[in-house]
């Protein structure tokens, strides 16, 4: 994610975080952390892709988990170091090019912001990355084609089947997946998915 006016957006979130906007207490998305964590071993490494706030990445860590965070807003990646004692590195999508590294990638409405054209390329680094039978969770907005919300953020929207097809081509093996809805950033109903996968 290098999008000018997306990372705009994340930069005046992590300050507003920092000011004492609190994140409220994921629980919704408990479900999918333990399907997630079944498939990985005891101890076993994680890479929080876009890990944002950080609180994801804490919590794997806090679990006993060794993990990485990873985003591509810098004002985010403070942000995460100052609330968590996270070590945080700043990076994009593209930056993935390990091989075999991680028992798990935690792709939690990371990729959406990539667009339509370089999402199958993304899919690949990750698949690369995962150790044999990695666990992949993939978090999504459903919808079509791609555009903005209010707030200036670049998405990509995708039906389930199109992410499912998406994900076999690039070699992951879809386990589950699990719709909701709630509001996000920008304060707009919409609906979301998280399907896991191993490769």
């Not at 629980?27 to 498939?39: L, Q």
């Not at 490494?45 to 890990?51: F, K, M, P, Q, R």
């Not at 994900?167 to 109903?189: H, I, Y």
Request: net charge negative.
């Amino acid at each position: 994610m290098s999008d000018k006016e997306t990372m705009a957006v994340y930069a005046k979130a992590a300050a507003d975080y920092a000011k004492g906007f609190a994140r409220s207490k994921d629980t919704f998305h408990e479900p999918d952390y333990e399907a997630f964590t079944a498939g990985l071993p005891s101890g076993g490494s994680v890479l929080d892709l876009g890990c944002g706030p950080g609180h994801w990445a804490a919590r794997f860590r806090d679990d006993g988990y060794t993990v990485t965070a990873m985003d591509a807003s810098p004002e985010m990646a403070t942000y995460a170091q100052a609330a968590y004692d996270l070590e945080v590195t700043v990076g994009r999508f593209e930056d993935i090019t390990s091989k075999a590294s991680y028992d798990g990638i935690w792709a939690f409405f990371s990729l959406l912001h990539a667009p339509r054209s370089e999402f199958p390329g993304h899919l690949l680094r990750l698949h690369h990355a995962l150790r044999p039978r990695g666990m992949l969770a993939l978090g999504m907005k459903l919808g079509t084609a791609e555009g903005r919300d209010e707030l200036g953020r670049f998405y990509a929207y995708y039906s389930e089947d199109e992410l499912r097809t998406l994900l076999s081509e690039a070699g992951f093996t879809p386990l589950g997946a699990r719709r909701g809805n709630g509001k996000g950033l920008a304060g707009a109903e919409e609906t979301f998915i998280v399907l896991t996968s191993h490769a």
